[in-house]
């Protein structure tokens, strides 16, 4: 299925046909049903108890009543709502086979791995639009395969035995694997990042500001209560200069960018911070009062920057694009390298 569940798809996730319960669906249902009855369906605890390794136990109804309900009855009961769609469930197999040689319980690392890695996507697709999810998923599946593929051809000797056991290709084999691993890893990261920064584009520029106000304010007021404390002596073995500089060099960053209404707010914060102490924290004779000043030279020297055409260098296969009006350098290829 392709529904996934927010706030307000919760409903429709819930609507999912009504199917069997199974070794593949269970780490995703929530409530189940025996079947052949209409009997109320009941809340289902998957791995609600652990007793020891790999020696899980399933419950059903009250936990405090402790109803087990071991796998092999499964097939007495249906699955009548789920967490989530069962994006990974048609790779269990896979998944468990992934462990053959080098797992003891290659089920229950199957499972498991099914299970961390479906409410991994999961949540991961709340992040994004629904235009995205698709590929997204597409891409994940693919990934996660290849790790798969590859955890595959690991073995451990205590497993398989000793005799014979190549150990030299052993660590070829688990080189790549952890290549593989590393590589699913880095590249969620990397489309997780892209989402965020999308997101955060497409916010409007008073709701950014206003954020990117808070956080200052947050940081600015901690160092303040720490200046203040180490003048009231309740603060000791602090550099009073130390934490007078981090607030400098924090608006002062802001200020380079032209950002004129967060520094002010910065510096109307601090004058209204010190007109409640006896010591100023930070004295009118410091730059720092300069700050709008200087945020408002750079505001206009950037409008001035920003307003030029772009400058293009064309090289062979290319062009290096000078983009001033989003302060970029860009590289063109004039086909996919």
Partial sequence: MATVMTETTTA?????QVTGLTAENAHRVTMIREKGTDHPPVPFHFRKEHHGT???VHLYGNPEDRNELHSRDFKDWEAVAFKHPGYLEDMWKQACDAYA??????????????MIYGEELHNDLQLMQEEERDTYIAAYRQKL??????LSRCANPMVTGRGGFDYHRQENTDRSYRNRYEEFRNWRQKVLEAVRRKKEAARPEEEKLEKAWQTLKRDIRSSADTIHGIDTRQCRGYSRALFVSSILNKVSTFANHGEVEIVRRAVDF????????????ITPRNKFFQLPELAERMRERLKAVQSRENKDVPFEGGTLVWNYGEDRLQILFDRIP
């Fill in 12 to 16: 429709k996730v819930r609507e999912e």
């Fill in 54 to 56: 790999g020696n899980y």
């Fill in 101 to 114: 040689w080098s797992s003891f319980d290659p089920e229950i690392r199957g499972e498991t791995d099914i």
């Fill in 145 to 150: 395969s290849a790790q798969l593929s590859a």
């Fill in 270 to 281: 601090i004058s209204e911070y010190n007109a409640r102490v006896r010591k100023p924290v």
